[in-house]
């Protein structure tokens, strides 16, 4: 989330994530001028590019009712296969794995 924020691209970290970082859900909604819950994800979601989160944290807490039409899978050659079923399974029209190829298990 850092390297993407620094490129200029709004992100949103989701899961464990300091609060005084810019991309971290505290610091959304603080900009927002919105409270935790769900009103203030959605405030949150209509001013940020990019959600980050774990395969496993895409389907649970907040993010659970959202739909991500775009899905990147970074370290995918690291990732169990249930595990991308996850945000694979919450709209996404297009994905795109990302991984080292070096990493594969033998």
Known sequence: ?????????????????????????????AECGAKRGEKGLQAVMQTIDVVAATCIGSGMGPLNKLKFPFVIVDEAAQVIEPAVTLPLGKGAVQAVMVGDQCQLPA
């Open 1 to 29: 989330a850092e390297g993407l924020q620094n490129l200029g691209v709004r992100v949103l970290r989701m899961g464990l994530c300091p609060a005084d970082k810019p991309y971290s859900l505290e610091s959304r909604l």
